[in-house]
């Protein structure tokens, strides 16, 4: 369970906006974290985002298969992303690295941005408590299920 | 319930006799591909699991193309790194600066995908194999990291969108144009999560490298693969590449497509994408007259031997517009020597261009030719997204390289017919 409040952004964020390609020579946290979001946003990284959930809309994390896209968001403290849709590379690799995401078109829709926001992750449930509208995200597979609960795809093959 | 060609591939792969659209899988890989910016993050992880070799030094490529020859102090750090995880893999397919092209280029120039094989690439457009009837998508650093030490790989069986292909393109009408159609009809979410298979009458008169530009770009609709059946254009230019068995596969009759959409070549016209999406489509004529600052003719999308002779006759006995510039980077070394021997280098210094060695460089406003703010280029790349080379208020107009070399010339977005 995570509450936090909401950074809100549009449809189709692509991964060269979330961390552009001139900053991937240093794929340091620090610098992924110092970058993240500023090509759309330039005060985003500016503020100490421990907590916070972000929120898109269609295809979310689209173009490059760059990892460091859910790393830099990560790294900056947001606890997880709730979009319409995500891009199918920018899915895996939150998976991957044990990033929460959840898809809810109607979350996305909704919320607006500043709102305060708890994503219960065992059930899907997200509710604005802001507004008090509740939703509920799609489940994830049991495999994709047992990949989050080893805490990434490295250590659920570590452990196959 | 038949299958598609994408989940026969898959099928193959898995050991099973069908799967079905939706289904998780695990599927042996053929070759896992990475560059300088991924392997090192990778490498990272695969040494810190504790893995020791990859499954299998032949089926590792690492190909060091986007900072090189390297940028800065730091790109020559992951360069350094990637370079010495291949040394202590003892990789058979590893490419520095000297030999290397631009990964999506380089690996079937030199034979390393094959039609009926499964590719994995931590680099988006490693779809673009599916020119050869393999099945290849981008994954992430995780993904390939883990691909190394298990040769295997999780996909959800896509479901497929076909494109049926009829007529035959004019003059001046390539791969881009094509690609760039169907994206703006489809949008840059139209094939999410799915595959992209292309069909009918219309694959015939498409030469590959039209094929690798086609299937380069399936994930710019936000598909996982774009797949084209393999016919004797395919086994023409295998043959001399490919020494391995291999498996060509088709689409059942039955198999179930959740759309079809159709497009007549001999009606397409040249085709541009305005910023900042490349579902932004034009037409040349619709936009003629468009004001440019610059030209990038290169990339894994638009930098092979093709592209690189349809600019020089464009080019042959013309000059670049006064004031604007123009970057030309042929893909790979093949490619580059191919250029100087058949008189094309001379061409492009004569018409007043600047050629680089193979990289991807400007297309994702890495080096060699970035633009600042108010700046527009257009640019035989495959995204033309804010910032994606270069400033966030710089502009890219996304075209193939007739009209990119024709732009140059007018001095303005046009199409060949209106220089020549």
């Known amino acids: 369970m995570v509450k936090g409040k909401v950074y809100k952004f549009g449809d189709d964020v692509n991964t060269d906006v ?52 859910p790393v830099s968001i990560k790294a900056c403290g947001v606890s997880c992303v709730i979009a319409a849709s995500f891009a199918r590379i920018f899915y895996r690799n939150a998976i991957n690295i044990g990033f929460p995401i959840l898809e809810c078109p109607e979350a996305a829709e909704a919320i607006a941005n500043g709102d305060t926001v708890s994503v219960d992750f065992e059930t899907g449930v997200i509710k604005d408590e802001t507004t008090g509208e509740s939703f509920q995200a799609a489940a994830f597979p049991p495999f994709i299920q047992a990949i989050i609960e080893a805490g990434g795809l490295i250590n659920y093959r570590k452990k196959a | 319930m038949g299958m598609t060609m994408t989940q026969k591939i898959l099928a193959a792969h898995v050991g099973v006799e ?56 730091d790109s020559a750090r992951l360069s350094k790194k990637a370079r010495e995880f291949a040394k202590k893999q003892d990789l058979t397919h590893f490419y520095d600066t000297g030999v290397v092209g631009i990964e999506h280029a380089l690996v079937p120039e030199k034979g390393l995908a094959a039609p009926g094989e499964i590719i994995i690439g931590a680099d988006s457009h490693t779809c673009t194999y599916g020119a050869l009837g393999a099945f290849s998508t981008g994954v992430g650093s995780t993904d390939l990291a883990a691909s190394w030490a298990s040769g295997q790989s999780w996909f959800k069986v896509p479901s497929a969108i076909k494109v049926m292909l009829t007529g035959k393109p004019s003059k001046w009408v390539t791969g881009k144009d094509v690609i760039l159609h169907l994206i703006g009809e489809i949008g840059v979410d139209g094939a999410l999560y799915k595959s992209i298979e292309f069909a009918g009458p219309g694959v015939a008169e498409l030469s590959m490298d ?16 774009g797949i084209f059946p393999v016919d004797e254009k395919t086994l023409e230019y295998i043959k001399g590449r490919v020494d391995r068995p291999y498996n060509v596969y088709e689409a059942d009759e039955d198999a179930e497509y959740e759309r079809v959409v159709e497009i007549n070549l001999s009606e397409l016209k040249n085709t541009v994408s305005l910023p900042h999406l490349p579902s932004n489509t034009r037409t040349v004529d619709e936009v003629k007259g468009t004001h440019i600052d610059s030209v990038v003719i290169g990339s894994c999308t638009n930098g092979r031997m093709e592209d ?84 966030v208020e710089s502009e890219i107009i996304l075209a193939s390289p007739a009209v990119a070399a024709a732009s140059a010339v007018a001095g303005y977005v046009a199409g060949p017919e209106d220089i020549m």
């Open chain 2, 308 to 391: 690189m002779r349809i600019a020089a006759e464009i080019f042959k006995d013309r000059k670049v517009a006064k004031g604007i510039r123009v970057n030309i980077v042929p893909a790979t070394q093949d490619i580059y020597l191919q250029c100087i021997e058949e008189g094309i280098m001379k061409i492009f210094i004569e018409a007043g261009c600047a050629v680089n060695t193979p990289s991807c460089g400007p297309c994702m406003g890495g080096h060699m030719g970035v633009m600042c703010e108010g700046e527009r280029t257009i640019s035989t790349t495959n995204r033309n997204f804010v910032g994606r080379m270069g400033h």
């Open chain 2, 18 to 73: 069908s799967v079905k659209a939706g289904e998780l899988v695990e599927a042996r890989l053929d070759l896992c591909m990475s560059n300088d910016i991924t392997s090192p993050v990778s490498a990272d992880i695969f040494e810190q699991a504790g893995f020791d070799k990859v499954f299998d030094k032949d089926k590792v490529a690492i190909i060091l193309d986007h900072y090189t020859p390297c940028k800065d102090i």
């Open chain 1, 18 to 69: 979330i961390i552009p390609a001139r900053y991937l020579n240093d794929p340091s946290l620090e610098n992924m974290a110092r970058h993240c979001m500023e090509d759309i946003d330039p005060e985003f990284p500016k503020v100490d985002h421990t907590g916070d959930i972000m929120v898109g809309g269609w295809n979310f994390g689209c173009g490059s298969s760059r990892e460091h896209a």
């Open chain 2, 210 to 225: 039209d094929r690798f530009t086609i299937s380069n770009m399936a994930i710019e609709a936000g598909g996982k693969n």
